[in-house]
């Protein structure tokens, strides 16, 4: 219920994480953490005599916006797309950064760090996938 003694505000923080192999989930619980302490030590409140009558928050994921090279040239941050498999959807999965040589006898390509939403790791080649401005890379 809201009355003249009362206000809400929002306030927006948008954090953009070089990964450099840490899951999403535990900088999620990191924000949700933060949320928690500034609550606990009156952070939202200072020294004033006003009291938080109601806290919401929520974390989510947001779209990479800015997009980065690393020392390959390759873009990183980049979404990659799974190939289509019978009956299923494309996952996606983010590129962290990280690059080496193929280990693929005679290919030239360079295999990029994915990580996906079940928190594990791959390497896939970019000789098997395609780049696309808007979507990112594609396994083919």
């Given at each position: ?77 980049d979404y990659v797309w799974s190939r289509k498999q019978k ?54």
């Amino acid at each position: 219920m809201s009355n003249k003694n009362t206000l809400k505000l929002r306030l927006t923080v948008d954090v953009e994480y070089d990964l450099n192999g840490v899951i999403k989930s535990e900088l999620e619980d990191n924000l949700h953490s933060l949320v928690s302490r500034a609550y606990s030590e009156c952070l939202f409140t200072g020294d004033s005599e006003a009291t938080v009558n109601v806290l919401e928050h929520k974390v989510m994921a947001l779209k990479s916006k800015t997009a980065k090279k690393d020392d390959s040239g390759l873009i990183y941050g980049d979404y990659v797309w799974s190939r289509k498999q019978k009956g299923k959807r494309s996952t996606l999965g983010l590129r962290t950064g990280g690059s080496r040589l193929c280990r693929m006898e005679a290919c030239t390509g360079l295999c990029l760090r994915v990580l996906w939403p079940d928190g594990k790791f791959t390497w896939p080649c970019t000789k098997a996938m395609q780049f696309f401005e808007k979507k990112g890379w594609v396994i083919l």
